[in-house]
Nanobody
């Protein structure tokens, strides 16, 4: 089993920055890829960024050039640096992890094995 705990959310004005963290514990050696998703009120959960064990990354078009996903393997921690935030980035942000390389990219929401509880990001105009 793997446990994921997100942190770093908060309230920020439009144009501001936040860095989210996701600390993994448990059987972390099984993880091949980690992802960030978000869900705004009344909307479906959507993929934001993904990274695999080789360091390959993928981003949703809506965040390309503004968000950066990274990981510190020594600390078993995933990060999401969010710059130039917009009100439409307001959402609950979730960390996910999976041991299957086939699940790393493609935003396979229903196939990802481990999820955190989420951290709220609110961007005001």
């Amino acid at each position: 089993q793997v446990q994921l705990v997100e942190s770093g959310g908060g309230s920020v004005q439009s144009g501001g920055s936040l860095r989210l963290s996701c600390a993994a514990s448990g059987y972390t050696g099984s993880i091949y890829c980690m992802l960030w998703f978000r869900q705004a009120p009344g909307k479906e959960r959507e993929g934001v960024a993904a990274i695999d064990s080789d360091g390959s990354t993928s981003y949703a078009d809506s965040v390309k050039g503004r968000f950066t996903i990274s990981q510190d393997n020594a600390k078993n921690t995933l990060y999401l640096q969010m710059n130039s935030l917009k009100p439409e980035d307001t959402a609950m942000y979730y960390c996910a992890a999976d041991p299957d390389p086939a699940h790393c990219f493609g935003w396979l929401l229903g196939r990802l094995e481990y999820w955190g509880q989420g951290t709220q990001v609110t961007v005001s105009s």
